[in-house]
């Protein structure tokens, strides 16, 4: 069975940076790309960032293009979310999420984490 455990939330002010991490208990094939969801309260979850693990590029929502940036330790075992200028909007709990293909919605994957907290204040 394959656990995604995310670390690296926090409490930090706003133009400040925070560095994510998803670390994968087993590495299969089947999983073929990674993942980072946030969900503010109120509302749905959404992506922020995916990539494929094999190289293919990695994409990026419109909110977070340019500040954010996703990639991959070299065994595949670690999923890094580096967050940089971040916002008051950036406060969400961050998912991190794996499956065989990459796509916008939750349904294309089949692991998640348990979520870590990030909280962005003036």
């Known amino acids: 069975q394959v656990q995604l455990v995310e670390s690296g939330g926090g409490s930090v002010q706003a133009g400040g940076s925070l560095r994510l991490s998803c670390t994968t208990s087993?590495?299969?094939?089947?999983?073929?790309?990674m993942a980072w969801f946030r969900q503010a309260p109120g509302k749905e979850r959404e992506v922020v960032a995916f990539?494929?693990?094999?190289?293919?590029?990695?994409t990026y929502a419109d909110a977070v293009k340019g500040r954010f940036t996703i990639s991959q330790d070299n065994a595949k075992i670690t999923t890094f979310l580096q967050m940089n200028s971040l916002k008051d909007e950036d406060t969400a709990m961050y998912y991190c999420?794996?499956?065989?293909?990459?796509?916008?919605?939750?349904?294309?994957?089949?692991?998640w984490g348990q979520g870590t907290q990030v909280t962005v204040s003036s």
């Open positions: 087993i590495y299969t094939d089947n999983i073929r790309c």
């Open positions: 990539m494929y693990t094999g190289g293919g590029g990695s």
């Open positions: 999420a794996a499956g065989s293909y990459c796509a916008r919605f939750e349904g294309a994957y089949n692991y």
